[in-house]
């Protein structure tokens, strides 16, 4: 399963941890932020930058 999760994303061979989320929870958290609102953070390894999105 790791695999296949692994071939969807852009960055290959990396599979996203906790940690990943974490670091994204705290860079919004931080000052580093102060500037940054109403922007949502997709932590997705690019997949919603290259992909189509499926039609319904």
């Keep these: 399963m790791e695999k296949f999760v692994n071939n969807l994303g852009n960055l290959k061979c990396r599979t996203l941890k906790a940690k990943d989320i974490a670091?994204?929870?705290l860079y919004l958290?931080?000052?580093?932020?102060?500037?940054v609102s109403g922007h949502n953070l997709v932590v997705d390894g690019a997949?919603?930058?290259t992909k189509n999105c499926v039609s319904l």
């Design 23 to 25: 670091e994204a929870a």
């Design 29 to 35: 958290a931080s000052d580093e932020s102060r500037y």
């Design 47 to 49: 997949v919603t930058t």
